[in-house]
């Protein structure tokens, strides 16, 4: 805790969540001995990253301005080179090239149909974008590169003027006065909403970052959208790319992202395939339905006459586009994962409360949150209707019946992956506010958890139990499936029981 902000700037980040392995070298052998491992680092805990001494108090002073350069420095994304020794122990390597770290504070460039010069993003305070920050979950795309996703950034931003009231687009994304209690305002005006607004509107972004280019400027894709991005799941059909996205928050929404040409002939054309498309948002039916409803300028209700003056006005307030053509709002969505073999897709709805349709398992409140399955029209991504069923419910028998008896107790699905073989992993994040907790019906579950599911019979296995306070998060394997890097996010944080 007693390094500076520059000492931070060159070490590994805090609170790791999505993470990704990209293979250095042809073939699967070669590719699983040495690779990229790319972390994401979702959050900075004060009692940690300062010293005992300094304290975690943010004050209006250099020391308060020293601290929350440090913080700034703990977030980002990781890049480092990392190879398998001979007796099978993996070691990073010090030197490499790749090595790379993308903090809170790194020039960053917009792309897309919202600009850097846009209106709403231009800072006088600041008139170079900086930085990404909350990065959650992630995703990879078919030409190579890591996309990283802004999630809670609001929970950044406050301010000490009492005459300051949330404009309906931050009233929307959870902006308020107080923040999450970071206190950066209290330092720097570029996190203090009342002098410095628009800083606000610079995230919440999908953010692509070239893994192999050490000196290339991370882009946020602006066609992506502005919401609280869980991840973002590439996959491809017919030749274009395709993003899903949850954004977590309770009663908020699914989004798919389907590019207008194919991914190759974009890029041989020198243009993003992130560019070039429309974004989409879920309405689910209860008949097993659902509709992707295009979030267009123009289109069903965004239209100027409704207050929506063009495409970017309709990305940048995502969320309020999404509740005007009448998505569905569901419990938490978080992660997606695709099984490539059979075109099928899962999202995981943490747990919620306020909406009990059927996609939301039925249940209000939903405490446990659930697995949803869906298949698109003819497998195709592309396509705008699909078919959903609920492929598990999370929970304990011992206060609900409608959970098999059989199945491995566990809470709040959040992370989810399919691998090459198809099994489906899912990832625990019960809150420490419910961890082991009788009153929250959670003292049978215990502590977060891995899991395996056979996604053709249902069945659940517990694969690893992490410590009391921590969230497991962000899993992958070398191409071999010889070695499987997991996330432990912070294990050993505070809780009651």
């Given amino acids: 805790g007693s390094n500076s902000a520059a000492d931070q700037e060159q070490q590994v980040g805090f609170n790791h969540d999505g993470l990704h392995y990209f293979p250095l070298g042809h073939g699967r052998g070669r590719g699983s001995r040495r690779g990229l491992l790319v972390l994401n680092h979702e959050y900075t805990d004060a009692s940690q990253i300062y010293s005992a001494a300094l304290g975690s108090a943010i004050t209006p002073d250099a020391l ?18 990392v190879r398998r020794m001979p007796d099978g122990e993996w070691e990073y390597v010090i030197d490499s090239p790749y090595n790379r770290r993308i903090t809170g504070s790194t020039p960053v460039a917009f792309s897309g149909p919202v600009s850097a010069s846009h209106l709403l993003l231009v800072s006088a305070l600041v008139p170079q974008p900086l930085g990404t920050l909350n990065n959650c979950a992630h995703g990879h795309t078919p ?9 809670n950034w609001n929970g950044y931003f406050g301010t000490s003027d009492g005459s300051w009231v949330a404009t309906p687009l931050q009233a929307r994304y959870g902006v308020t006065a107080g923040g999450f209690g970071y206190g950066w305002h209290l330092a720097s005006a570029r996190f203090d909403v009342a002098q410095n607004p628009n800083e606000l509107n610079r995230f919440g972004w999908v953010v692509e970052i070239d893994t192999l280019q050490p000196g290339s400027t991370p882009v946020k894709r602006t066609a992506l959208g502005c919401i609280k991005h869980e991840g973002a799941t590439v996959t491809q059909s017919r030749g274009r790319v395709v993003v899903y996205s949850g954004d977590d928050e309770n009663g908020d929404y699914l989004y798919k992202f389907v ?37 267009v300028h123009g289109q069903s209700a965004l239209t100027a006459e409704n207050g929506f003056a063009d495409q970017a006005d309709v990305l940048i307030r995502t969320r309020m586009s999404a509740d005007a053509v009448g998505a569905t709002r569901l419990h938490r969505p978080e992660w997606v994962a695709v099984n490539e073999r059979t075109d099928d897709v899962y999202v995981t709805l943490t747990n919620g409360s306020g909406n009990s349709a059927p996609v939301n398992s039925g249940r209000d409140p939903n405490p446990y949150g659930h697995i949803v399955r869906f298949r698109e029209e003819a497998g195709d991504h592309t396509r705008t209707s699909f ?22 107790k566990f809470g709040s699905p959040d ?28 003292d049978g579950i215990k502590n977060n958890q891995m899991l395996a599911a056979d996604p053709r019979t249902g069945e659940v296995r517990r694969f690893l139990t992490g410590p009391r306070g921590c969230e497991i998060t962000g899993v992958v394997t070398t191409p071999d499936q010889r070695t499987m890097f997991v996330n432990v996010q912070h294990p050993g944080e505070s809780t009651t029981f």
Avoid at 67 to 72: F, N, Y
Avoid at 393 to 404: E, F, H, I, N, Q
Avoid at 421 to 435: C, L
Wanted: charged share 20%; aromatic share 10%; hydrophobic share 40%.
């Fill in 415 to 442: 992370g989810v992956w399919v691998d090459l073989e198809g099994r489906v992993w899912i990832q625990t994040d019960i809150s420490n506010s419910s961890q082991n907790r009788p009153e929250r019906q959670y």
């Fill in 259 to 295: 590019g207008n040409a194919p991914w190759r002939a974009l890029r041989d054309d020198g243009l993003s395939p992130l560019d070039h498309g429309t974004l989409h948002v879920a309405k689910f039916e209860a008949d097993g339905t659902g509709t992707w409803l295009p979030l």
């Fill in 387 to 408: 078919q959903w069923e609920v492929f598990l419910l999370a929970g304990d028998p011992t206060y609900d019946a409608a959970v098999p008896a059989e199945q491995p």
């Fill in 64 to 81: 308060g301005m020293e601290k929350v350069a440090k913080a700034l420095a703990g977030h980002g994304v990781t890049v480092v080179e």
């Fill in 143 to 151: 030409w190579g590169t890591y996309l990283a996703c802004e999630e």
